[in-house]
């Protein structure tokens, strides 16, 4: 066999072109593979927001523990706080805060004591830590998110880390001392 011969076949420019072009398709197959879902999950469907509110049974939360549920397919925060974390939150002025809002403005008017709250961090994401027994509340007794440090106090309010603002509040009525429904 001529060695030239093997030797242009495999430096033959339309075949290396289409190897190229194979591996280019594979990959950009791939990546929208991957950014679909992702994009479907970012932009909740006409369903999913029209979907009936969650009921919540809140009878069995003692003061100081918190529970996670879901609210239209998000992680919800629900959590009875004590006399103290409630004072903990009072306590701090608005002026020190990076998204100012109070605890009365974050919970309903006589039962400050019920933070209702996404389990979402407003930075990318997460699932903050907090919500379950014997989780870490980060510095400010409230939430922490893992992610990259962000720490909200114990009215869910962004207090150190990369997050801009507090977790969010969804609307939510009491049904009676025992059931919320959120939504
Ligand atoms: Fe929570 Fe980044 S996603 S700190």
Same mark, same amino acid.
């Given at each position: 066999?001529?060695?030239?011969?093997?030797?242009?076949?495999?430096?033959? @420019?339309?075949?290396?072109?289409?190897?190229?072009?194979?591996?280019?398709?594979? *990959?950009?197959?791939?990546?929208?593979?991957?950014?679909? @879902?992702?994009? &479907? /999950?970012?932009?909740?469907? +006409? !369903?999913?927001?029209? /979907? +009936?509110? #969650?009921?919540?049974?809140?009878?069995?939360? *003692? @003061?100081?523990? +918190?529970?996670?549920?879901?609210?239209?397919?998000?992680?919800?925060?629900?959590?009875?706080?004590?006399?103290?974390?409630? *004072?903990?939150? !009072?306590?701090?002025?608005?002026?020190?805060?990076? !998204?100012? /809002?109070?605890?009365?403005?974050? #919970?309903?008017?006589?039962?400050? &004591?019920?933070?209702?709250?996404?389990?979402?961090?407003? %930075?990318? $994401?997460?699932? @903050?830590?907090?919500?379950?027994?014997?989780?870490?509340?980060?510095?400010?007794?409230?939430?922490?998110?893992?992610?990259?440090?962000?720490?909200?106090?114990?009215?869910?309010?962004?207090? /150190? $880390?990369? *997050?801009?603002?507090?977790? %969010?509040?969804?609307?939510? #009525?009491?049904?009676? !001392? #025992?059931?919320?429904?959120?939504?």
């Amino acid at each position: 066999e001529d060695p030239a011969l093997l030797h242009e076949e495999v430096h033959d @420019p339309r075949r290396r072109d289409f190897i190229n072009i194979a591996a280019v398709s594979f *990959a950009g197959v791939g990546a929208i593979a991957i950014v679909l @879902p992702l994009v &479907n /999950q970012m932009n909740p469907s +006409a !369903d999913v927001l029209a /979907q +009936a509110s #969650t009921e919540i049974d809140i009878s069995k939360i *003692a @003061p100081g523990q +918190a529970i996670k549920s879901s609210f239209r397919k998000q992680p919800l925060f629900v959590r009875n706080l004590t006399p103290a974390e409630i *004072a903990a939150a !009072d306590a701090v002025s608005l002026n020190e805060l990076r !998204d100012p /809002q109070s605890l009365e403005e974050r #919970t309903k008017a006589g039962k400050k &004591n019920w933070l209702i709250t996404l389990g979402v961090c407003t %930075h990318l $994401g997460c699932v @903050p830590l907090g919500a379950g027994e014997g989780e870490n509340k980060g510095p400010f007794g409230g939430y922490f998110c893992p992610c990259h440090g962000s720490a909200y106090d114990t009215a869910g309010r962004i207090r /150190q $880390g990369p *997050a801009p603002t507090n977790l %969010h509040v969804p609307e939510y #009525t009491f049904n009676s !001392d #025992t059931v919320v429904t959120v939504g």
